[in-house]
């Protein structure tokens, strides 16, 4: 990651690197303390469930197969996508004297192009099968010629000790190259919503790699090793968790954890394939801790800003506890290693790599060397060799369009059919998408009244929010039936009652317009491009800003709705996204009885962003959720939205939703 972060540093001038981790150098905002009063509270209510709260070997086990489809759904991988086809190809061999090199390419899916060099030893074909070592690259800025290349001497040692190794390409700096860091600077916040992470294709093309390795006539598939440094550090991780062939990994400069991510804000130095999304709420080391009982050496420099060795001494401690299960020794199955210096490939770190994995795949604990060996030029290890060869067909470039199996919108055609296809995706929803939402939230504390009917409510332990109160004598009317909650997107001025509210409430009657988190001048906090960091960490710790929007609209409808003695009911309105963030609050909150939504985005992909949510459904199939509860579509001209008609006709309500 060492290039990445020097080109990050150059282009914004905005990150300043220290002992602990990159942090942001801006003139704060209102918002700023508390925000990250929040989300330090969050990291460390996830940290205490390390291991999802096992205490024995037993108990972890008989999690482990629970733990492993969350894991592929986090990483955009659930359902598992089908093997298809690897299409594999050799485009050309160099050779040395005690070893060749085949440029290969291969198709993890149809059209997501992978390639890479297989290091090969001269006794292949001389002695049996051979054991394997997959290497997976960090961040290094070879251009076309791919980032394997910077990592060759890798692929040398094994193969001249009696391995084979494939090194493969990473999506973003790879021949045929995508983009790893949608949310990190491309403003891709639509990943979120589709559940897509470059972290997942990184995974997948692992898994694929080691597909082709197991093909491979040379290989023994019982002996198969993965390892990489940086961002090849966390792709070991992913992989090593995900796919059980892997018998050995030694991730290098790969993890930290949430400590460490969100409160320190390393998570600033990273980009966006070194992250899953966290929707089922673990501490960052129960990914690693799904490699146990295999054996793991963990790597890391003394001096390493972006992987600080605070955290990874927290991660070491835990994954000793689990190995501690396992081990007949300490040792045995899982060490660390520790180098001087800062984040570098240096020759102490491999040469740890080397040995251990010759431990635990030939048996093999003697001393080991890394004799000079001259690189290739980049250019001599390209699989494609000029610009023509690239693949026509190649997805590589919007690959985060498809890779993720989307949910496929399906409609109700009566009652019985609503009542299922209403308990599948509500549940699905809180499974996926809201996990661990309470059943019902705490109604809004009110914090401190200002001048105007203006209204500090604290709608969480760590977090504030504005109201403004209006018509609050209508309240008094015994003739009064509803109150009226406005909610305000990100740009519109706080504590005002917007224009575009003209005729949708009736006159006289008792508004509040609320500026929930992040909106306004009261909550707003800093926002940089790169690396947009209280976006990024929220998704570390499994929530959206969005989605704190939601629980803000209900702890506030709450609010009113037992300040009112619990008898008059809440109508919620809104436009654009702020519309559908309302929505979401009546799906949860039993005291919203009706929901106005203006403008709205007929999918989240334009927003409102809440991680995964389009694998479980999109917003016209979530305001058909809303049955029996009145709702008011204006201006929703897209024909997606008569699906949320159909399913209030479906369930009987068809009086009961209207559109304009």
Not at 201 to 212: M, S
Request: charge should be negative.
């Amino acid at each position: 990651m060492t290039d990445f972060l020097k080109a990050v540093t150059i282009l914004t001038g905005l990150l300043l690197v220290h002992g602990r981790g990159v942090i942001l150098a801006a003139e704060p905002r209102a918002g700023d303390e508390v925000i990250e009063k929040y989300l330090t509270s969050e990291t460390k209510l996830l940290s205490l469930s390390v291991l999802a709260e096992a205490d024995s070997r037993e108990a972890w086990e008989a999690k482990r197969e629970e733990m492993k489809r969350q894991y592929w759904d986090m990483l955009g991988l659930w359902p598992v996508p089908e093997r298809t086809p690897l299409k594999a190809q050799v485009t050309g061999t160099i050779a040395r004297e005690n070893f060749t090199v085949e440029k290969v390419q291969f198709q993890s899916k149809p059209g997501l192009y992978v390639t890479g060099n297989l290091y090969l030893p001269k006794v292949v074909g001389q002695v049996g099968k051979l054991p394997a070592v997959l290497y997976v690259c960090g961040h290094s800025g070879k251009g076309r010629d791919g980032n394997k290349t910077a990592f060759q001497q890798h692929g040398m040692w094994f193969a001249t000790h009696g391995y084979v190794c494939l090194i493969i390409d990473t999506l973003q700096l790879g021949e045929v190259a995508g983009i790893h860091h949608g949310t990190y600077n491309q403003n891709r916040w639509w990943w979120h919503s589709y559940g897509y992470t470059s972290a997942g294709v990184e995974c997948w093309n692992g898994v694929r790699a080691i597909d082709y390795l197991v093909s491979r006539p040379e290989v023994d598939p019982e002996r198969i090793a993965v390892t990489g440094i940086s961002g090849g550090g966390a792709a070991t991780f992913w992989i090593a968790a995900a796919d059980e062939r892997v018998k050995v990994c030694v991730p290098v400069s790969g993890m930290s954890d949430l400590q460490s991510y969100v409160t320190d804000k390393v998570c600033n130095g990273h980009c966006d394939c070194m992250f899953l999304y966290n929707n089922y709420r673990w501490e960052w080391t129960t990914i690693a801790a799904l490699v146990a009982p295999r054996p793991m050496l963990f790597e890391n420099s003394g001096y390493d800003t972006i992987f600080p060795m605070p955290g990874n001494e927290r991660i070491r401690q835990r994954l000793a506890t689990i190995y501690n299960w396992y081990e007949k020794k300490p040792g045995e199955l899982f060490d660390i290693g520790v180098t001087p210096g800062g984040h570098a490939d240096n020759v102490e770190l491999r040469l740890m790599a080397y040995r251990w994995i010759s431990k635990h795949l030939k048996g093999d604990n003697a001393e080991v060397a890394e004799p000079p060996l001259p690189p290739f030029p980049g250019q001599e290890l390209r699989v494609f060799p000029e610009e023509s060869d690239l693949p026509k067909d190649s997805l590589n470039g919007k690959i985060d369009e498809s890779f993720v199996q989307l949910a496929k919108p399906t409609t109700p055609k009566n009652k019985e059919e609503y009542h299922a296809w209403s308990q599948r995706l509500r549940g699905d929803l809180l499974d996926r998408v809201f996990r661990e939402w309470p059943d019902e939230i705490p109604a809004a504390e009110v914090r401190e009244e200002r001048e105007n009917h203006h209204v500090i409510l604290r709608t969480d332990a760590e977090m504030s929010v504005l109201a403004a109160r209006m018509n609050t004598d209508a309240a008094e009317r015994g003739d009064l039936k509803r109150l009226w909650l406005v909610v305000l997107n990100v740009d519109e001025p706080e504590g005002k009652l917007p224009a575009w509210t003209k005729g949708l409430i009736p006159e006289g009657h008792p508004v509040t317009v609320l500026s929930p988190r992040g909106c306004g001048e009261f909550s707003a906090w800093t926002r940089k491009n790169p690396p947009n960091y209280v976006d990024r960490a929220h998704a570390l710790l499994g929530r959206t800003v969005d989605a704190g929007r939601v629980w803000d609209i209900q702890a506030t409808a709450r609010w009113l709705h037992e300040a009112e003695g619990n008898v008059l009911t809440i109508g919620v309105l809104g436009k654009g996204q702020a519309g559908v963030l309302g929505a979401y609050a009546a799906l949860f909150e039993n005291c919203i009885a009706e929901t106005i939504l203006v403008d709205p985005p007929s999918t989240h992909r334009d927003g409102p962003h809440f991680l995964g949510v389009m694998k479980v459904l999109d917003v016209p199939d979530a305001l058909g959720l809303l049955a029996p509860r009145q709702v008011k579509l204006i201006n929703a001209k897209d024909a997606t939205f008569d699906r949320a008609l159909d399913a209030y006709k479906a369930a009987g309500y068809a009086g009961r939703i209207e559109r304009k």
